[in-house]
């Protein structure tokens, strides 16, 4: 296994943040508003997010130069990527709700 795609460390620190991405989240709609503070920090989170995505996709792009890239760390690149953008999705859901 390739750990900078598939390590237990970057799958957790993946999990946790998107895990309290969701934090911030429930707490600006705890309220049924959305302030512009609540989000400003939401979206600042989210370009943070998509940051991190982009550097796991560029990380399996310079793997695929290997031939230890197999399937399986192209399905757990896709599904971390699938969970970052998932993220910043509900910051898009929200500021469609403070549009509204």
Do not use: C
């Not at 620190?13 to 049924?32: E, H, K, M």
């Not at 503070?37 to 979206?43: G, K």
């Not at 989210?46 to 995505?53: F, G, P």
């Amino acid at each position: 296994a390739i750990p900078d795609v598939a390590g237990q460390g970057v799958r957790y620190a993946l999990y946790i943040q998107n895990f309290l991405g969701f934090v911030p989240a429930t707490a600006a709609l705890w309220d049924r508003t959305v302030d512009r503070t609540e989000l400003l920090s939401l979206e600042t989170q989210s370009v943070t997010v998509l940051i991190m995505a982009i550097a796991i996709l560029v990380s399996a792009i310079v793997e695929t130069s290997s031939n230890r890239f197999t399937s399986y760390h192209t399905s757990i690149v896709l599904n971390l990527s699938w969970m970052n953008n998932m993220n910043t999705f509900l910051y898009f859901l929200l500021w469609m709700h403070r549009k509204a």
